[in-house]
Nanobody
Framework: QVHLVESGGGLVQPGGSLSVSCAVS????????MGWFRQVPGKEREFVAA????????DYADSVKGRFTISRNNAENTVSLQMNSLKPDDTAVYHC????????????????????WGQGTQVTVSS
């Protein structure tokens, strides 16, 4: 059984930094997409960042480009999101996601394309 477990969320002041990580068990996703979505109560899940495969290029939402960095560690079967210059609008529950099959020509950015989801970790940006 596949499990994705996030950690590292918390409270941070505007302008600060935070890193969230996701530990994966049950299978590896080295050849398929992994990434992060976030959700605020009452709103749709929002794409944040993803990479099509381990070692492949990465994609980011325009709202986080230049501030967030996604990284994958195939040996440890983890994916992380380093978040810098955080803003109050970044406040959300952050979910780690993984796709069960490879996408050879694009990086999925729609939530329905991902097969596995973690429970999420709360990130709050506030003074």
């Amino acid at each position: 059984q596949v499990h994705l477990v996030e950690s590292g969320g918390g409270l941070v002041q505007p302008g600060g930094s935070l890193s969230v990580s996701c530990a994966v068990s049950g299978r590896t996703f080295s050849s398929s997409a992994m990434g992060w979505f976030r959700q605020v109560p009452g709103k749709e899940r929002e794409f944040v960042a993803a990479s099509r495969c381990n070692g492949c290029s990465t994609d980011y939402a325009d709202s986080v480009k230049g501030r967030f960095t996604i990284s994958r560690n195939n040996a440890e079967n983890t994916v992380s999101l380093q978040m810098n210059s955080l803003k109050p609008d970044d406040t959300a529950v952050y979910h780690c996601v993984a796709k069960g099959s490879s996408t050879y020509s694009y990086t999925p950015k729609v939530s329905s394309e991902y097969d596995y989801w973690g429970q999420g970790t709360q990130v709050t940006v506030s003074s």
